[in-house]
Every structure is written in C-alpha cells, then in structure tokens.
C-alpha cells in the first residue's frame, strides 16, 4: 500500500495571496511614510516662516525704539553746517515711511527715499528709514567758545574711532544740536580732535558749529546710524517670490537680513489729540504730520522659499505676520 504524498511547501494560489496581502500592507506603510514625510516638510516650512518672521520683525522693533533718538537733545530743530545732507542720514528726520505702488512710485512720508533702494526695491513694496545717533556719545574735554575749534573730547586710551573723514557727526546738548561733516581725525593718547574746516570739497559751508551760544564741557559727539528696510531679489538668485528677501541698507550698503520675505506693508498710528494713543492708521504719505506719529503697524509676509506643496500657484507656503510698536522719539 503506497503512502499519500506529503505536501511541500505553497501553492501557486497560496503565494498569490500571500503576495497580494504583504503589497497592500507595503503600499500602507509608504503611504504612511509619505503622509509624515509631507507633515514633516509642512511643519518645518511652518517653523521656518515663524521664524524668519519674528526675526524680521524684532530687529525692525529694536532700531524703530531708537529712531529719532538724539542723545539729550531728542526734540527741537538740527543746525547744520553741511550744504546737502545724505537722505539716509537726515537726523532731522528719525523716521521716514515710504509707500510703494504697483508701478515702482514710493510716496514718502517726510525725507526723499536714497537712490539705492528706490532702484533696487520690489514694486509695491513699503520702505522704512530709521535714524538715530549711536550710543558712543564722547563729551568735550574743552569747550568750543567760539564755535571755530577743532572738537576735542576724551576716549580711552588706545580705543579706535567710530568717525572716519567725511563722517557726519552730531553734537549737542541740552539745549541745541548740530550736524557737521568731519574733515579730519586724530587720536593722541586719550584725546581725540575732529576737525570740521569749510570748503566746497568738504561740504561744510560755514564753521562755526553752535547757531547760538557755546558748547560747553556738557555737550558730546555722537555718530549717526542709519538703517533702511527694504524687499528685494535676493543672492539665492531663485527666481519668483521665492527669492525675495528682507535687506537693510545703512547708508552705504545693503545686507540681506531674512530669505523669503516676498512683502512689507506699514501703517502709520497717529495721535492727534497728544495722548499718546493713535486714533487712526493711515498709509505713508507727506500729509501724514510725523510729530503726531505714535505707532507704526509692520506687515511682513514671508515664504517657504521652495515647493511645499501648497494649494497657492507657485506652490509655495506662506503667511503674514504683524507687530505693532510704540514709537519714543517722533520726529
């Protein structure tokens, strides 16, 4: 009598079904691989836009508390010495707004807006100037009775000078404050001597540094800082709104601050009833009286910088952030 045969190993139909059940658990697991991959690259897009953001908007705040800061004379007009005063330099003005147009027209709020920046920002983009004097103040070691003298304050010995030849710096004190143009600099132990001698190369019409009265013992020197906020096409070089970018400009320079900011829009807060409390925003304009200016409203908005799969055209993810700041020294 013969003995059935033992089966050994599946058969074709069982292979199959094996087969077919471990695909669908295969395409489960790559689907569920994708779907956190697509929520990972969501969640970082989301943090880079946060972040960016924030940074963009903090570093504006910062300079924007500090504009039209002038030392102890933060109010009251500037004398000048100079013939023409550089935009981004004009202390007379600590803050200037700049609304921008589909057709490259920026519509200022008070000073004109620097070359560099009309000609190199995004049409439609706002544009903020801050000025203020650096925190460096040095106080005169001798006092200038007639205004002519050369300016001589003490530094510590051996420090290096923040002004170079053909610097604006500004002087004051409690009471009055002038802009002059250096024409020279010399550093001796702790003494430091700035000259400020008229001539058209050097741009100081007149010598004399005080309109009226003396500066005394108690008045101090001061550098001028300058820093413009601006959209432009980015180094990335990615092309679209992808490759715009957040630049400050101070003066002679530009940086580029924040990649993916494609937009900033301001509002100006105005307090016409000197309380302190804007009663109304308005759009950057010269109507706009900058003494009642209380707040300013930033609006960036900022991108992904690459596809992230968004439902936009472009593919990518973006958002608007604001902040809103209380100015301390309107101009």
């Not at 903020?128 to 650096?134: A, Q």
Request: charged share 15%; aromatic share 6%.
């Amino acid at each position: 009598m013969k003995r059935p045969l033992l089966q050994q190993g599946l058969s074709l139909i069982e292979v199959m079904i094996a087969m077919a059940i471990g695909s669908v658990v295969i395409l489960g697991v790559l689907s569920l691989f994708n779907a956190n991959t697509e929520t990972y690259n969501a969640l970082q897009a989301q943090t880079r836009l946060q972040e960016g953001a924030n940074f963009g908007l903090n570093v504006i705040a910062r300079d924007l508390q500090r504009a039209g800061y002038r030392g102890c004379y933060s109010r009251g007009d500037v004398y000048a010495t100079v013939a023409s005063i550089p935009a981004a330099f004009d202390i007379r003005s600590g803050l200037s707004v700049y609304d921008g147009d589909a057709e490259g027209n920026w519509t200022s709020s008070s000073t004109v807006l620097a070359s560099e920046v009309s000609n190199a920002a995004i049409d439609g983009t706002d544009i903020i100037t801050l000025r203020f004097v650096e925190n460096d103040e040095a106080y005169l070691s001798t006092a200038l009775v007639t205004g002519q003298e050369n300016v001589q304050v003490s530094v510590v010995s051996g420090a290096t000078s923040n002004f170079n030849v053909d610097d604006l710096a500004f002087i004051s004190d409690c009471e009055k404050a002038t802009l002059f143009q250096v024409t020279s600099v010399a550093i001796n132990g702790t003494a430091m001597t700035l000259g400020h001698a008229v001539s058209e190369e050097n741009g100081n019409r007149v010598g004399g540094l005080a309109e009226t009265g003396i500066f005394g013992t108690d008045a101090a020197v001061a550098s001028l800082v300058s820093k413009t906020y601006f959209i432009k096409q980015g180094a990335s070089g990615i092309a679209g709104k992808g490759g715009y970018s957040l630049q400050q400009f101070d003066g002679a320079a530009s940086t580029e601050l924040v990649e993916g900011v494609e937009d900033l829009q301001i509002l100006l807060g105005i307090d016409t009833d000197s309380d302190g409390v804007p009663n109304q925003y308005l759009a950057p304009s010269a109507s706009v009286i900058t003494s009642q200016i209380a707040t300013v409203l930033l609006e960036i908005t900022v991108n992904s910088i690459s596809d992230a799969d968004s439902a936009e055209e472009d593919r990518l993810l973006r958002r608007s952030f604001r902040q809103t700041i209380q100015i301390r020294n309107p101009g």
